[in-house]
């Protein structure tokens, strides 16, 4: 299996399975000289950690990671860092019943078709246990940005068909708010009526999908390449890679599509001696390099997958059968919740 790696200048390489001993990633390409320790990490990745409240997954992992190599005296060295974070609360029996069912919205189908082999337990490393790695390698890319001046955050626009106006006047607010949100929405009436959509789903035996936005800003003119290396191009398939994306949008993103050309240009203008556009339609990016404005997209997340109500399907020598996941299995009812600071991990590890 390769394509395990993910980046150029800054290169990470994730391993490890949902169920097994550990997960972890090694980073290629951190400058040396950089300050970062392993309690900085740990307090990104308590973000996504699950197990946190009602609205997420009870598993329970402390996420605590390990600096293996590439750290001398609080310092990163240039040699590739290298980041252990063990498995503690996996418990593989309650997958053990249905290890011979085709999984409606999983991925044991196209895995055992493409490799004729697949970890069942937890979905081995189909799982989203694997984006703890990310959020880690995010924490350390953050820390290269903060040098440049660059901020960056994510926050639940939409889940359950409830949606959020958040103004971006202010990114540090707007982090705050995110972090203050048990589902990351800073808006608190759209998080509540959120909350409960995921309570009556969850009482149903259901799940249900969300979108995440993500600002950044203090970026330079200038980053992203044409052709094949366009800033954007580079941010779909760093989110169309996190489990369960299934769409991606830059600025206006499809709403474009219903826009005139008249209305959709962002006329240009001298701020202070600064070029800027009067309106960010756009998102911050032309022709696939920045602007200078504020760089804005969303990530659309599917319903889970694995969900309480029992559902038809065959089994591996497809004969007829019906799917109900046994008790003591734990999936999250809102993945777009928990994948709020892995797009954020994922921007820093693209700029």
């Known amino acids: 299996m390769a394509s395990n790696s993910f980046g150029t200048l800054f290169r990470i390489t994730t391993w490890g399975e949902s169920h097994g001993k550990a997960i972890g990633v090694v980073i290629d390409g951190c400058p040396a000289g950089l300050e970062i320790s392993e309690k900085e990490i740990h307090q990104e990745l308590i973000l996504r950690s699950p197990g946190q409240n009602p609205y997420v997954t009870p598993r329970k992992e402390a996420d605590l990671p390990e600096i293996l190599s590439g750290v001398f005296e609080g310092k990163t060295t240039g040699a590739p860092l290298s980041i252990l974070i063990p498995n503690r609360n996996a418990d593989s029996t309650p997958y053990h019943a249905i290890k011979e069912m085709l999984r409606p919205g999983h991925a044991n189908y196209p895995y055992l078709t493409k490799f004729g082999i697949f970890d069942y337990r937890g979905g081995g490393r189909a799982s989203a246990r694997e984006t703890a790695c990310r959020v880690a390698a995010g924490a350390v890319a953050k820390k290269i940005l903060k040098h440049h001046n660059i901020s960056l955050v994510a926050y639940l626009q939409e889940a359950g068909g409830v949606a959020a106006n958040i103004p971006l006047e202010n990114i540090e607010t707007t982090r705050t708010l995110t972090q203050q949100s048990p589902v990351f929405c800073p808006d608190e009436n759209t998080a509540t009526a959120i909350m409960e959509r995921i309570a009556t ?48 949008e830059i600025g206006e993103g499809f709403q474009a599509a219903r826009m005139q050309g008249s209305t959709h240009n962002d006329i240009f203008q001298s701020d202070s001696g600064e070029i800027t556009t009067q309106t960010n339609y756009a998102g911050g990016t032309l022709a696939g390099i920045t602007t200078g404005m504020p760089l804005i997209g969303k990530v659309a997340f599917k319903p889970p997958s694995g969900i309480k109500k029992a559902q038809p399907t065959i089994t591996l020598e497809k004969k007829e059968a019906t799917l109900a996941l046994p008790k003591g299995s734990k999936h999250d009812p809102c993945v777009a919740i928990r994948a709020v600071p892995i797009v954020e991990a994922m921007c820093a590890l693209v700029i």
């Open 201 to 248: 789903a969850a009482q149903e035996g259901d799940s249900i999908g969300g979108i995440v936005a993500f600002c950044i800003t203090g970026l330079p003119v200038g980053l992203g390449d044409p052709i094949y290396e366009k800033i954007e191009a580079n941010l779909a398939k760093a989110m169309m890679s996190l489990p369960a994306t299934k769409g991606f």
